[in-house]
């Protein structure tokens, strides 16, 4: 072959090269909305010539929203599954007047169009030992349907207790749905889901996959806890149905947790989310009386959901933190089991702390996964510096997902302070206005707080070389962890 063939060849390439890099270069520059990100990856990319394109399409593009977005497809939205005469309603009223707070009420409308719901009581229950047995009695009480989600459901003393319940249930004539996530059900052994078919329970795994490695389902997680009885009786937090819950039991593994009995009008928020994701992964759509009644004021809280998710633009859990910190007078206090927060929160939590806000980070000791805690560690050094005061609570570990501010909002549900719940997973929070309520989580914080171990700057600071080298590398990692 002569050398016109090889020149001709050597330009094609080029060209291809070329456009190669100019096309993810731009890429970069329209998608990444952090300059410093966008201006860091146009120049690896330009300046790592054949491989640099090739890595930003490797890790550089973010698949997660977009295929989100594909496997949603026009799938409905969660507000659109209400029945009409409620979006009547909520026309009509428009936004609440609410006592306190209002600016982040307004915000938070913005946020998320749902409504602020008066009249709801939330009850909080500690742990298995007093979680379970309500929930199990209202569902041995349930007369028309049960609808129950969870990320992790063991096949052990409590997961088979309430299959035994769940299939008294439908033999009563109750409808039945239970919604459990794809890679949670990989995480009991034995599985409960030959227990559920050999019970005949009517059940579905959010994006389950028999190949668990493939990525797309590892990083968009149904991780809402969500029950609904009769469509009134409502049940949330952060609580998955597993026996290390039940301290009773003494299990080998215990965890503490926290989760709360809504009763109100609020508990539609709970079932439409539910309906939604049901729809997503069954099709069916969950409609009528039996899912949806008139629901009547049972107490004094204001609240609403916050489903999240990375099919949506805006996560509207970690906007509304954003907005309660930036909100904040008093105090804010922050109880998560894992706290790898991004640096727009970790910036303004510091914020709020520089200008005379009490903050409270409460985190346990150990948590069930190391290397979550120890990519936390530069973030609760730089929180500390800035005087935010970092409490370590000892064992049992402490699986509660808690945050109150001034004494009259909360957020309660199963979010955590991590890039997996406020980016990858699907979540369900509350939003509470009440003080009687906010009144009680402060108590349940002062408890942790009573019994934890005050972490200083200067002992996060004086970390030895290797530790913080170690820190620092699994810190790369926050995005995923």
Known sequence: MGTAFWDTSLFLLAAIQFAAMAAAAIHA??????????????????LVPFVGWIVYLMFGVNRIQRRARELRG?????????????????????????????????????????????GNSVRLLLNGDEAYPVMLDMIARAERSIALSTYIFNNDHA????????????????RVRLLIDGVGSWYSRPSIIPLLEEQGINYARFLHSFMPWRMPYLNMRNHQKIMVVD???????????????????NPK??????????????????????????NFTTDEVLEGDDWFPEIGQEGDVIARGLPAGPD?????????????IAEAQHNIRIVTPYFIPDATLRTNLSLAAMRGVIVDIILPEKSNLRFCDWAAAPALEWLARSGCRIWK??????????????GIWATIGSANWDDRSLRLNFEFNLECYGSSFAATLDQLIERRISTARPVSHEELA?????VRIRDAIFRLGAPYL
């Open 74 to 118: 026009d799938k409905q939205d969660p507000f659109l599954l209400e029945p009409p005469e409620h979006g009547e309603r909520r026309q009509r009223e428009g936004t609440l007047h609410l006592p306190a707070l209002e600016s982040l009420a307004r915000l938070g409308q913005r946020i998320l169009p749902e409504s602020f719901e008066p």
């Open 253 to 278: 593994k215990a965890i503490r947790d926290c989760h709360f009995q809504v009763e109100g009008p609020v508990v539609a928020h709970l079932m439409r989310t539910f309906a939604y994701e049901w």
């Open 159 to 174: 997961g088979r207790k309430f299959v035994s319940a769940l299939a008294e249930a439908m033999a009563r004539g109750v």
């Open 462 to 466: 004086g970390r030895a070389l290797p």
């Open 393 to 406: 609570t000892g064992a049992p570990f402490d699986h509660s997902k808690v945050m109150t501010v001034d």
């Open 231 to 249: 469509g009134r009786h409502g049940f949330t937090g952060g609580m998955n149905i597993a026996e290390g819950n039940v301290h009773a039991l």
């Open 312 to 324: 949506l633009g805006l996560n509207p859990i970690r906007w509304t933190l954003l907005g309660a």
């Open 29 to 46: 520059l329209l998608t990444k909305s952090d300059e410093r990100a966008a201006a860091g990856w146009v120049g690896f990319i330009l």
